[in-house]
């Protein structure tokens, strides 16, 4: 009786020590950020990654980003299916932003083919280096 107390006791430490140790270890936000300055089909892309909590990865200014992109009030999410859009071209540049932002999976497509992708692209330009959300340029 004592022998299974005791494995109990033991399973239940073990356990919630692996629990605690992975949950603080994972970052909420890890991002990985491809950019085509032509268009997807062009070359291949340049990639970037962004961690947060702890701030982190390739991109510059990690901490600053994470910041920024914490005060939005979701920043991925869908559009809309009932959104019209104007009809205008701003370039031909895209940007792929993919992984887990505040633990939920996000894939978001970035450009600059309409007047939707553009304001989505004004909205999301600082989470890509070299990226230029204006249209004018």
Known sequence: MRTALLIAVLVAAVGGGVSQGASGSTPETELTISFWSEGRSAKAPEKWTLRCD?????????????????????????????????????????????????????????????????????????????FSANPNS
Request: hydrophobic letters at 40%; charged letters at 15%.
């Open 54 to 130: 702890p701030a982190g990865g390739t991109v510059p200014r990690a901490a600053a980003v994470c910041r920024q992109l914490y005060a939005m009030t979701k920043p991925f999410a869908p559009r809309s299916k009932n959104l019209v859009c104007t009809d205008q071209y701003g370039g031909p540049q895209q940007a792929v932003i993919a992984g887990t932002h505040r633990g939920n999976r996000i894939w978001v497509l970035i450009g600059m083919r309409n007047g939707c992708d553009i304001s989505r692209a004004k909205k999301l330009a600082f989470l890509v280096p070299g």
